[in-house]
């Protein structure tokens, strides 16, 4: 099995920032891609930030210049670096990775139980 463990959530004033962090763990092969994902009350989920094994990042539109993603791959970890939050970041963030449990076996997405952001104005 494959958990995502989510820490960094929290509370802030707007204009501050947070660091989210994601670490895999479990016995899988391989991980592709990793990324968050965010939900605020009454709207969908959307994604946030994406990045590749090779580093290649994409981000939503609203976040760009904004937020950061990053990875270590020897780690299994991805980070989401948020600065300049505004109240319309306020949400609960999920973390997603594309795992491999073993060699040539399909890449299925695995979901963090996600993490409390709150921005006050």
């Known amino acids: 099995q494959v958990q995502l463990e989510e820490s960094g959530g929290g509370l802030v004033q707007a204009g501050g920032s947070l660091r989210l962090s994601c670490a895999a763990a479990?016995?899988?092969?391989?991980?592709?891609?990793m990324g968050w994902y965010r939900q605020a009350p009454g709207k969908q989920r959307e994604l946030v930030a994406a990045?590749?094994?090779?580093?290649?990042?994409n981000y939503e539109d609203s976040v760009k210049g904004r937020f950061t993603i990053s990875r270590v791959n020897a780690k299994n970890t991805v980070y989401l670096q948020m600065t300049s939050l505004k109240p319309e970041d306020t949400a609960v963030y999920y973390c997603?990775?594309?795992?491999?449990?073993?060699?040539?076996?399909?890449?299925?997405?695995?979901w963090g139980q996600g993490t409390q952001v709150t921005v006050s104005s």
């Open positions: 990045i590749n094994s090779g580093g290649s990042t």
């Open positions: 997603i990775a594309d795992v491999g449990l073993a060699e040539d076996w399909p890449y299925y997405d695995y």
């Open positions: 479990g016995n899988f092969f391989s991980i592709n891609a």
